[in-house]
C-alpha cells in the first residue's frame, strides 16, 4: 500500500511525460478534475480512471495530485496486486486506520493493482463477486470517494460481473495510450534483443504483462482504425504471447493465442511468412498436447509455405521438428529422413550465411 505522500512513494513519472498524457487527453483530465472536486467529503463515490499501461495510470495520478486545483486534496493511493485476493474490502480495512487525516483537506482514495485478480479471462472472478455482495458496505465503511485505476478490459469485467457494485459509479474517466507509450512496450517485449523464452521468471512475467497490454491496444474493439501495420503488430503479439506461455509449458493457453494469430492471418495473401511461422509454432504446441498428427499436418503446411517463400533457415526448423516426431514415433527411418534432408538445408543455410 502507498500513502501519505504518493509522490515520493512511487516512481516518479518525468513532468513533460505527464503534460503529454494530459495534452493529450484534456477533456477527460478536466472532466476528472471536477468530479474529484464536486464530490462531497465524507460521502462515499467511485469513479474509474481508465488507461491500458501502468505508466500512464501513475502519470495521470502523479498529474491529479500536483494540479493546483488538488492541493486542499489529501490523496491516499493503495496498491493491491495479489492476483489471488478475494476480499477487497477486508484489505482496505486493514490499512484505513493507518491513514493520518490532514485537517481542512478532502479525503481521496486511489486504488491500483486489482486488474490482477480481475483477470483477463474466465467468468466470475472471486473478488468481483466479492464486490457485488459487500458493495452496500463501502459507503459505511468507507465514506469516501475512490478512484480505481484499471486497464479497460478490468472495467470492462467489474461491469460485467459486479453490476451491483458498479451502480455506484458516479464517473469513468477514458485515457488514451499515447503513441511513445506503445512504441515503448513493443521495444521492450517484440523488438528485445533477449527472447522471451530466455528470461527469468519475473521478467518474463513483466513481458507478458506488456504483451496483454498491446494486445488491447492493438485491438480493434478499442476504437482504433486497423491499419495493416497495426495488424501485424497484432499477429506478432499473439505469436509472442503463445510462445511466452509455451516456455511456462502452458500449452493449453499457448494454443488459444496461435489460433487467434493464425485465424487473423489465414486470408492475408501479404501475410505468408507470418502465417508460416504460426503454423509451426502451433505444431510444437499441438506436439506437446500429443496430438501428433495435427502437429505433423501443421509442420508440412509450414513447410510448403517457407519453400515457396524461400525461407531456409524455417524451413530447416520444420525438419527438425518433423524429425524428432517421427523419433519419438520409432518410426526410424522416417526419422532419418527427415535428418537427411536437414542436413542438406544446414549446408545450404551455411552458404547462404558466408
Not at 476480499?87 to 493493482?113: A, H, S, Y
Not at 504483462?209 to 501485424?232: A, F, V
Not at 521438428?321 to 543455410?349: C, H, P, S, W
Request: proline share 5%; hydrophobic share 40%.
Amino acid at each position: 500500500m502507498l500513502s501519505n505522500k504518493p509522490l515520493d512513494q512511487f516512481k516518479e513519472i518525468p513532468e513533460i511525460y505527464r503534460q503529454r498524457i494530459v495534452e493529450l487527453n484534456q477533456q477527460s483530465f478536466d472532466e476528472l478534475l471536477t468530479f474529484v472536486d464536486i464530490v462531497p467529503d465524507d460521502a462515499f463515490d467511485l469513479g474509474f480512471i481508465q488507461s491500458n499501461f501502468a505508466r500512464d495510470r501513475d502519470a495521470i495520478i502523479q498529474a491529479l495530485i500536483s494540479h493546483p486545483d488538488c492541493q486542499e486534496m489529501q490523496f491516499e493511493i493503495w496498491d493491491f496486486p495479489d492476483p489471488n485476493m478475494r476480499f477487497l474490502l477486508d484489505e482496505i480495512l486493514k490499512v484505513l486506520p493507518t491513514v493520518k487525516v490532514q485537517p481542512d483537506k478532502k479525503l481521496v482514495f486511489m486504488v491500483r493493482g486489482v486488474e490482477n485478480a480481475i483477470g483477463m479471462t474466465g467468468e466470475y472472478p472471486p473478488m468481483l463477486v466479492d464486490f457485488n455482495w459487500v458493495r452496500d458496505a463501502y459507503p459505511v465503511m468507507v465514506r469516501h470517494l475512490m478512484l480505481f485505476c484499471l486497464p479497460d478490459y478490468a472495467i470492462t469485467r467489474v461491469a460485467n460481473y459486479a453490476p451491483d457494485f458498479w451502480a455506484w459509479n458516479s464517473g469513468t474517466f477514458v485515457f488514451k495510450t499515447p503513441v511513445n507509450t506503445r512504441d515503448d512496450a513493443i521495444s521492450q517485449t517484440l523488438d528485445a534483443s533477449k527472447g522471451i523464452t530466455n528470461c527469468e521468471l519475473p521478467e518474463k512475467q513483466e513481458r507478458i504483462d506488456l504483451l496483454k497490454r498491446l494486445l488491447i491496444e492493438y485491438t480493434p474493439s478499442n476504437g482504433r482504425e486497423q491499419t495493416q501495420e497495426d495488424l501485424k503488430t497484432r499477429i506478432r503479439v499473439l505469436n509472442d504471447l503463445a510462445i511466452a506461455y509455451r516456455s511456462r509449458s502452458e500449452y493449453k493457453t499457448a494454443k488459444y493465442y496461435l489460433e487467434q494469430a493464425l485465424n487473423l492471418a489465414k486470408d492475408d495473401e501479404n501475410l505468408g511468412d507470418v502465417k508460416a511461422n504460426i503454423l509451426h509454432e502451433l505444431a510444437i504446441v499441438e506436439r506437446n498436447l500429443g496430438e501428433i498428427e495435427k502437429a505433423i499436418t501443421l509442420e508440412q503446411q509450414a513447410m510448403e509455405i517457407f519453400e515457396r517463400i524461400g525461407d531456409i533457415k524455417m524451413k530447416a526448423a520444420t525438419l527438425h521438428q518433423l524429425a524428432g516426431i517421427y523419433a519419438d514415433r520409432g518410426e526410424v527411418e522416417q526419422a532419418i529422413a527427415f535428418y537427411q534432408k536437414l542436413a542438406i538445408f544446414k549446408g545450404k543455410l551455411l552458404l547462404c550465411t558466408n
